[in-house]
């Protein structure tokens, strides 16, 4: 087993990063994108949102050069609609990505389709999850994939099935077997959580971003590098990289609320005790913080390959003209409310990390704490790029809210019933003075104030006390609805909880 100083001494070989240096845009040139995201990160696995134990210094010192939004929030709590919507600029209901492993229409276009700049040179890297995913398409034209297997029962009528992701061929050359007794010729994603530190996904993603930065230095380019990591399996190499101090149990752990919760959450609190979720027992205190420490070594993992990235972007004297981007498709539970993965509209779900670094705006680092969505964020790029019209998106630019005069707005969320499984569909709004209201069309609803409970514990959409403030917020969730042209039906209002009996 890895031990504390043997995972110091792997993460200490291949994360030197240099200091993120300020510089001004060179007149004329067109910027660069660099966009970095990760899959299941919590916000609060950094420093910037108040999590100071994590080994995560190359995000860290990021987020003190960056615009850091305090409140930003997914379209949808999984991976498929997520993407979709950082992608595109869409809703999941308006691109039909509804649920997980719907390929996008190819009449809904991509940020580099909606660009649309023949002098950029265009990069995918990671993970897709939107169809097809280990072949190039939508605008991208360097593409390195690092899941195969799992999907290839999803790819498009011709897809050549045989075929392989980029990291498959890489732990063929470093002479690695495949272990997919299910699946010949195929790596199962557990492979990955055995092998060391620089034969990680995060640190191959690292080394193909590396190459591209220094090969297209010459011309503008637009590169998306997505690690599978902080997702489940919640193991690698850096298990034990962190002490039980610096991986403590959540605040809301066991947390389960006071007042009705909806009955889905409560199935899937039952399973994951039930499953021994990803092999860990979660009927006891120590399995949670056994996978928190694992979690937070996956952190420290990616963190060390965007420190080898963004070496490479100065090494190469972009730096100066670079747009670069943190964030994450979805969050993390990992225990609060005793749940883990994501799928719930609790706050440690839908909430993620969003870092923004614009250089040649002369951007002084600094905190927004108005809520922010996912949905902006393609027409915000796009504006900061030169592409001013961004009509037909769902979203708005953020660049007045970058120099504080864009008005405080709603946030909105969905989640869509995969028709394959049960549950509800919900519809929620996240008010800039601390409302959240989830609207379930076939079970509980829930209203929490977050200025005086942060950690949801209390649902108040019950309360007859608090029936207002239901009406009032139920009217903005139909006039997003109209605006979107979403059929979701809600609930009839004064109705009593849906009985687990």
């Avoid at 779900?349 to 670094?357: E, Y």
């Avoid at 605006?483 to 849906?498: A, M, Y």
Wanted: charged fraction near 25%.
């Amino acid at each position: 087993m890895t031990t504390r100083r043997t995972a110091l001494q792997a993460l200490g070989g291949v994360s030197a990063a240099p200091g993120i240096l300020r510089a001004r845009r060179t007149p004329g040139d067109k910027p660069n994108l660099l966009f970095l995201w990760t899959d299941q990160q919590r916000a609060d696995s950094m420093a910037v949102y108040g999590n100071t134990r994590y080994r995560v210094p190359v995000w860290n010192r990021l987020a003190a050069e960056c615009v850091v939004f305090d409140r930003c929030y997914d379209a949808q709590p999984v991976c498929t609609p997520a993407r979709s919507c950082v992608m595109t600029g869409t809703w999941p209901h308006q691109n039909g990505c509804l649920h997980n492993n719907i390929r996008l229409s190819s009449g809904v276009k991509t940020m580099p389709e909606l660009l649309d700049d023949s002098n950029y040179r265009t990069g995918y890297m990671g993970k897709w999850h939107l169809g097809d995913e280990i072949f190039a398409q939508r605008g991208f034209e360097d593409w390195r994939a690092i899941e195969d297997g799992i999907y290839q029962s999803y790819y498009s009528e011709g897809r050549d099935k045989a075929a392989r992701s980029a990291y498959h061929n890489f732990l063929l050359s470093h002479g690695y077997k495949p272990d997919d007794r299910r699946n010949a010729n195929s790596f199962t994603r557990n492979f990955a959580t055995r092998v060391p530190v620089e034969h990680s996904k995060p640190s191959f993603l690292a080394q193909e971003a590396e190459k591209f930065i220094l090969k297209n230095r010459g011309e503008p380019w637009m590169l998306y590098v997505n690690t599978l990591e902080p997702h489940t399996p919640f193991s690698s190499a850096l298990n034990d990289l962190h002490t039980p101090e610096e991986a403590p149990l959540q605040k809301n752990y066991p947390g389960v609320p006071a007042g009705p919760e909806p009955i889905a959450y409560k199935k899937r609190r039952e399973g994951f005790a039930r499953d021994r979720g990803e092999s860990f027992d979660l009927t006891k205190a120590e399995g949670w913080h056994r996978m928190h420490r694992n979690y937070a070594g996956l952190c420290s993992l990616v963190d060390q390959a965007w420190g080898r990235i963004l070496w490479a972007l100065e090494a190469s004297g972009q730096l100066e003209n670079t747009i670069i981007v943190h964030t994450s498709d979805h969050g993390e539970m990992m225990g609060s409310h005793s749940l883990m993965a994501k799928s719930v509209m609790y706050e440690e779900a839908v909430r993620v990390p969003f870092l923004l670094r614009v250089p040649f705006r002369n951007q002084k680092p600094h905190h927004i704490p108005q809520p922010v969505s996912h949905i902006d964020m393609v027409p915000t790029l796009l504006d900061l790029m030169g592409k001013k019209d961004v009509s037909g998106l769902a979203g708005q630019t953020l660049t007045s809210t970058l120099l504080g005069k864009r008005k405080p707005a709603d946030i909105f969320i969905e989640w869509n019933r995969d028709p394959a499984e049960a549950g509800p569909r919900a519809r929620t709004v996240v008010t800039p003075d601390g409302w959240k209201m989830v609207m379930h069309d076939t079970d509980t609803c829930m209203l929490f104030d977050r200025n005086k409970d942060p950690l949801e514990m209390n649902n108040l959409y019950y309360n007859p006390e608090q029936a207002a403030t239901v009406r009032k917020l139920r009217t903005r969730i139909e006039d997003f609805q109209k605006k979107t042209i979403d059929t979701v039906t809600l609930p009839e209002l004064g109705i009593k909880p849906p009985s687990a009996g």
